[in-house]
Nanobody, 123 residues
């Protein structure tokens, strides 16, 4: 059974930072691309970032470029999302996603998804 479990969400003031983690189980982690999406109330799900198998390839949504950084530790089956210079518009539920293909993760059609973690940025 595949599980993706996100953690690290919370409440932060604008300009602050948070680091999200997503631990995967039930897959050979190093064989899967990983990514993050977010969904704010009343809005469509939005691509945030994705990373290839060994971390050499990354993709970022335009709204987070230069502020967010994705990384992975294959020895810990974990992908991270470092979020800096947070803005109120970053408030959303953040979801971890996984697929054997980076393109599928980036497109939002990944095979596996976590339950999400809430990030709230106050102004």
């Amino acid at each position: 059974q595949v599980q993706l479990v996100e953690s690290g969400g919370g409440l932060v003031q604008a300009g602050g930072s948070l680091r999200l983690s997503c631990v995967a189980s039930g897959i050979t982690f190093s064989s899967y691309a990983m990514g993050w999406f977010r969904q704010a109330p009343g809005k469509e799900r939005e691509f945030v970032t994705a990373i290839g198998l060994y971390g050499h390839m990354t993709r970022y949504g335009d709204s987070v470029k230069g502020r967010f950084t994705i990384s992975r530790d294959n020895s810990k089956n974990t992908v991270y999302l470092q979020m800096d210079s947070l803005r109120p518009e970053d408030t959303a539920v953040y979801y971890c996603a996984s697929d054997s293909r980076l393109a599928a993760v980036t497109a939002g059609t990944g095979a596996y998804w976590g339950q999400g973690t809430q990030v709230t940025v106050s102004s």
